[in-house]
């Protein structure tokens, strides 16, 4: 019997860490902050433009985008694991760079 292997959508990953960055993104930082080419961040930003989970800001004179929420969630991933564990605060259990 075959195990299903564990998939990584970089659709997601990219959407999760904006959604936490809270700011502004460019198709180069994206590919930067990734270790993706360029192309591969540009399908990725067209993915999350276009994918209906997804609520963003767009500036299009500079072509940068923001992930406000990620299927109706606008918190941070960590804060809400510092909720479900009941930690006050998110710092004490995570370390962010």
Do not use: H
Request: net charge positive.
């Amino acid at each position: 019997m075959k195990t299903a292997k564990p998939t990584t959508n970089i659709t997601e990953i990219a959407a999760q860490m904006m959604l936490e960055s809270g700011r502004f993104w460019t198709t180069n930082e994206l590919a930067e902050a990734l270790k993706i080419n360029k192309v591969k961040a540009s399908g990725t930003l067209r993915n999350i433009r276009y994918g209906a989970k997804y609520r963003y800001e767009y500036r299009e004179c500079s072509s940068t985008m923001k992930v406000i929420s990620i299927g109706g969630t606008d918190t941070k991933q960590d804060c809400l694991w510092s909720l479900a564990l009941g930690i006050k605060t998110p710092g004490a259990f995570f370390n962010r760079v």
